[in-house]
């Protein structure tokens, strides 16, 4: 759910008025061209940089995806590689004069979070979360990381925390409870 709420976030921006794009940092499973119905997957370039394919709405969107031949062409890359990739995908990317570039990134504490932490000036994180025992193991270890690397915690998004039953309206919790994540 952290590629639809970073799309869903980028779209409710731009519609406020803000300037907006989105970078995809999740280099070996990216989703956010998906979640814009973007099917063009090649971003051009020149010798000022790359440019990002732009969703209907007009939203600067670039991911691995959009620099391969085929979204089911797999990257089989190493960290290194990979964190190099999403530097570049900052630095080296037209996205124009914007207010906010959204980053989504991969689940975990891995070198992309690390590299985006370290590397890149960010104003900080929101952490989208599922009521899962397993799932909130993984984001509290994503809070736990950026509080250990200073970057202020904006929010949690807890995504898919219950359904509303269409007849009686009683909301059911399919994945169970929060456990206190959120508080």
Same mark, same amino acid.
């Given at each position: ?25 999740? *280099?070996?499973?990216?989703?956010? &061209?998906?979640?814009?119905? *973007?099917? =063009? ?10 440019? /990002?394919? *732009? ?11 959009? +620099? +391969? =031949?085929?979204?089911?062409? /797999? !990257?089989?890359?190493? #960290?290194? @590689?990979?964190?190099? @990739? ?20 991969? /689940?975990?504490?891995?070198?992309? /979070? ?10 900080? &994180? ?13 984001? &509290? %270890?994503?809070?736990?990381? &950026?509080? @250990?690397?200073?970057? %202020?915690?904006?929010?949690?998004? =807890?995504?898919?925390?219950? !359904? ?5 309206? =009683? %909301? !059911?919790?399919?994945? #169970?409870?929060?456990?206190?994540? +959120?508080?």
């Amino acid at each position: 759910g952290k590629s639809l709420v970073t799309s869903l976030l980028a779209v409710s921006l731009k519609n406020a008025g803000h300037s907006v794009a989105l970078l995809d940092a999740d *280099v070996t499973g990216p989703s956010a &061209a998906r979640a814009f119905g *973007v099917d =063009e997957m090649d971003a051009t370039g020149d010798e000022n940089g790359i440019f /990002p394919v *732009v969703t209907k709405g007009g939203i600067p969107l670039l991911g691995a995806n959009n +620099l +391969l =031949e085929s979204p089911t062409t /797999p !990257i089989v890359w190493r #960290g290194t @590689l990979i964190s190099n @990739l999403v530097t570049q995908m900052f630095t080296d990317v037209c996205y124009g004069e914007k207010e906010v570039l959204l980053i989504d990134m991969p /689940p975990g504490t891995g070198d992309v /979070p690390l590299t985006v932490f370290q590397s890149l000036p960010i104003d900080g &994180a929101i952490v989208v979360a599922t009521p899962q025992d397993l799932v909130n193991e993984v984001v &509290a %270890k994503s809070i736990n990381m &950026a509080k @250990l690397m200073k970057v %202020k915690l904006l929010g949690v998004v =807890e995504n898919m925390a219950y !359904i509303t039953c269409p007849h009686c309206g =009683e %909301k !059911i919790s399919v994945f #169970g409870h929060n456990n206190g994540l +959120l508080t």
